[in-house]
């Protein structure tokens, strides 16, 4: 596998303000990457994706950023709502057999 | 999208039990499931690759004997955790996608496995 198990780092922001999060991958053959929300005691729920023929990728208020140079990836929220706050983890998807390698993950809080 | 559903959501267990947890794609046939362990405020950390019809593919370090997969149909792939002992505690996540290549795979909502 490629993930490891570290502690979560943190990442505090106030209401209104942008989050960046970001994500270091592992296998510079990856093609494909998400950006997950997991709430607490819940499974990881879509939020965005990337190919990687692509290096930007816009949704409503979430932003993914790819640099294949450096392997890292971003997400960008916008105006961070107290609904936000969770953890966020990354996923490089891995050919053959459509495997998901996640990242660390941040755990993000949002201060009303 | 596409639901995937895992059973049972919390599960107590005595040491030495063997608890079987279920994960189906409810809207969808699913021909390759994913097992996943995490660990509190940890990140997931794939275990095994569940291929309908055939044998699963473990991560390395995944003990296949004390993990068992059964995919069995297209719909329902289950692990059962053998002999559990309180090292074996942890939030288990099943996901499955609707095809190969590019796809999102959808997650199930988790089991919280508590070995005493």
Sequence with gaps: GESVGLHLPTLSVQEGDNSIINCAYSNSAS???IWYKQESGKGPQ??????????????????????KTVKHLSLQIAATQPGDSAVYFCAEIQ??????YFGTGTSLTVIP | GAVVSQHPSR????SGTSVK???????????????????????????????????????????KDKFLI???????STLTVTSAHPEDS???????????????????????????
């Design chain 2, 90 to 116: 942890s939030f288990y996540i099943c996901s499955a996608s609707p095809g190969t290549g590019w796809t999102e795979a959808f997650f199930g909502q988790g089991t919280r496995l508590t070995v005493v």
């Design chain 1, 31 to 33: 093609d494909y990457f």
């Design chain 1, 46 to 67: 879509f939020i965005i994706d990337i190919r990687s023929n692509m290096d930007k990728r816009q949704g409503q208020r979430v932003t993914v950023l790819l640099n």
């Design chain 2, 21 to 63: 947890i279920e994960c189906r794609s409810l809207d969808f046939q699913a021909t390759t499931m994913f097992w996943y362990r995490q660990f509190p405020k940890q990140s997931l950390m794939l275990m095994a690759t569940s291929n309908e019809g055939s044998k699963a593919t473990y991560e390395q370090g995944v003990e």
């Design chain 1, 95 to 100: 050919q053959p057999g459509n495997q998901f």
């Design chain 2, 70 to 76: 059964n995919h069995a149909s297209l719909t329902l």
């Design chain 2, 11 to 14: 599960v107590i267990c005595k």
